[in-house]
């Protein structure tokens, strides 16, 4: 199964949810696809579109895929990386007012760059991505909370 998140942004972001379909149709995805689709308005014969789906069912759906595909939203992306899923991520760009920045762009390159996750940095086919994504091996995602505790508690122990 493929779980599609497009986040809670205010703003509609159907290239994503086009290129999906899109690859639903040229049979290159074959999987099961539930989205959440916030905002976005969105018709598919194919998918399961839901606007919001409730925090426990998501944490389901997360569970349950086999991949991940998400607008540059840190928090779902750290979700999925919690969860060690093969995350393909697509930026909200201001020139489709998907976004008021493009600062998903330099998420979306940071985290590909570092090997977390695929960054689909063209949406008019995503075929070479799925193709990517059958070999690839997420980087692990290690928390650095203890780490940031640890130099918190010497900071107030010595001020």
């Known amino acids: 199964m ?14 994503l949810l086009q290129a999906v379909q899109k690859a639903i149709d040229d049979g290159t995805i074959t999987d099961k696809v539930v989205v959440q689709a916030g905002h976005t308005v969105f ?8 606007s919001f789906i409730p925090t426990d069912r998501f944490a389901e759906y997360l569970e349950q895929a086999d991949m991940i595909i998400t607008h540059g939203g840190v928090g779902t992306i750290m979700t999925a990386l919690k969860e060690k899923k093969i995350i393909l991520g697509a930026a909200r760009l201001t020139q489709y007012g ?11 390159e940071a985290f590909d760059q570092a090997g977390y996750l695929i960054y689909m940095k063209d949406l008019s086919d995503i075929t070479p991505y ?9 980087k692990p995602y290690q928390s650095n909370t203890s780490a940031f505790i640890a130099k918190l508690e010497d900071w107030i122990e010595h001020h």
Do not use: C, W, Y
């Not at 493929?2 to 205010?10: A, F, K, N, R």
């Not at 598919?44 to 839901?50: A, E, G, L, P, Q």
């Not at 998907?98 to 979306?108: C, G, S, V």
């Open 98 to 108: 998907e976004h008021q920045n493009d600062h998903q762009i330099q998420l979306l």
């Open 2 to 15: 493929i779980l599609v998140t497009l986040g809670t942004q205010d703003k509609q972001f159907p290239r």
């Open 43 to 50: 018709d598919s014969k194919d998918m399961d579109v839901f």
């Open 130 to 138: 799925l193709k990517q994504a059958e070999s690839f091996e997420p």
